[in-house]
């Protein structure tokens, strides 16, 4: 199975600010990578697939980027309603397989 | 607007038996691979099994093969997860989520989910 490791694991940031979450693959991927986000208590959310493209609905500050084994999503200026733990997925083979989450809190 | 509505939850003791449902509606349910994923308490998601949109292919994660079966009935629009021999392990929330892709292989993503439902398992 491939495995995805995501980091940070958690991070504080204010609104307003620059956050960037990398995610990992232990193997070429390519650009099958898919990022959601999730709120407590509610089903994730798709928010990136296939690396960068913005799932319709979701604000365009959200932006994903990379290939192969390393991949990244970006929020330019975090709002209130974005903090959450964010996921991303590799679709690249079967089974697919999730990072282990970061927890996006309000420093 | 696409509603996936599951249902089936609650306590089971471990060795028993339970049926997830997942009612679908606001799209054509037979275009699309339906698939199970689940989420222990305080966990990240772990992806359970696929089916493709004929029912031809049935995917499982290791975890679960040979104890959970996947099915859907397209004429009720309807997927199912029919779990056996349940430990505690497999508490969680379980959630649908439908796939993007026809065939439910992997190469897809998830792009509609239910609310989820919650599986315990404990004596």
């Known amino acids: 199975d491939i495995q995805m490791t995501q980091s940070p694991s958690s991070l504080s940031a204010s609104v307003g600010d620059r956050v960037t979450i990398t995610c990992r693959a232990s193997?070429?991927?390519?650009?099958?990578l898919n990022w959601y986000q999730q709120k407590p208590g509610k089903a994730p959310n798709l928010l990136i697939y296939?690396?960068?493209s913005l799932q319709s609905g979701v604000p365009s500050r959200f932006s994903g980027s990379g290939s192969a084994t390393d991949f990244t999503l970006t929020i330019s200026s975090l709002q209130r309603e974005d903090f959450a733990t964010y996921y991303c997925?590799?679709?690249?083979?079967?089974?697919?397989?999730f990072g282990g989450g970061t927890k996006v809190e309000i420093k | 607007e696409v509603q996936l509505l599951e249902s089936g939850g609650g306590l089971v003791q471990p060795g028993g038996s339970l049926r997830l449902s997942c009612a679908a509606s606001?799209?054509?349910?037979?275009?699309?691979?339906m698939n199970w994923v689940r989420q222990a308490p305080g966990k990240g998601l772990e992806w359970v099994s696929s089916?493709?949109?004929?029912?031809?292919?049935?995917y499982y994660a290791d975890s679960v093969k040979g104890r959970f079966t996947i099915s859907r009935d397209n004429s009720k629009t309807t997927l199912y997860l029919q779990m056996k021999s349940l430990r505690a392990e497999d508490t969680a929330v379980y959630y649908c989520?439908?796939?993007?892709?026809?065939?439910?292989?992997?190469?897809?993503?998830?792009?509609?989910w239910g609310q989820g439902t919650l599986v315990t398992v404990s004596s």
């Open positions: 989520a439908k796939d993007v892709d026809y065939y439910g292989s992997g190469r897809g993503y998830f792009d509609f």
């Open positions: 606001g799209f054509t349910f037979t275009y699309y691979a």
């Open positions: 089916i493709s949109g004929s029912s031809d292919n049935t």
């Open positions: 193997q070429n991927i390519s650009s099958y």
């Open positions: 296939t690396a960068s």
């Open positions: 997925q590799q679709s690249y083979s079967t089974p697919p397989t």
